[in-house]
Nanobody, 124 residues
Framework: DQLVADGGGSVQTGGSLTLACPLF????????MGWFRQAPGKEREGVAT???????KYGDFVKGRFTISLDNDKNTLYLQMNSLKPEDTAMYYC???????????????????WGQGTQVTVSS
């Protein structure tokens, strides 16, 4: 099933957004779930990942501003984003991977399933 990311929008600098991604059962077959983003003219980059054991990994640019979580009861992946900056403006995607190598969890090329993306725009 396709992943569907939701919760994007437009906020001012310093604002907050929470992205959500229902996983439609992918948590039972895949090892790791993550959020990625891509701004116009830039490569897709890893924002945050969480594996089936709850281990998390964040991109260096997050610097404690974002929190990834997985609600197993709702089978939904979340990304709480605080202190947003204009440079956080991008299309955000959720994804699921079979890869167990924690060192590569922020590598977008290792992800098998992708959502269609939700736009986050931060104005100054």
């Amino acid at each position: 099933d396709q992943l569907v990311a939701d919760g994007g929008g437009s906020v001012q600098t310093g604002g907050s957004l929470t992205l959500a991604c229902p996983l439609f059962g992918h948590t039972y077959s895949t090892y790791c779930m993550g959020w990625f983003r891509q701004a116009p003219g830039k490569e897709r980059e890893g924002v945050a990942t969480i594996d089936r054991y709850g281990n998390t990994k964040y991109g260096d640019f997050v610097k404690g501003r974002f929190t990834i979580s997985l609600d197993n009861d709702k089978n939904t992946l979340y990304l709480q984003m605080n202190s947003l900056k204009p440079e956080d403006t991008a299309m955000y995607y959720c994804a699921a991977s079979y890869l167990s190598d924690f060192s590569r969890h922020l590598d977008a090329s290792t992800y098998t399933y992708w959502g269609q993306g939700t736009q986050v725009t931060v104005s100054s």
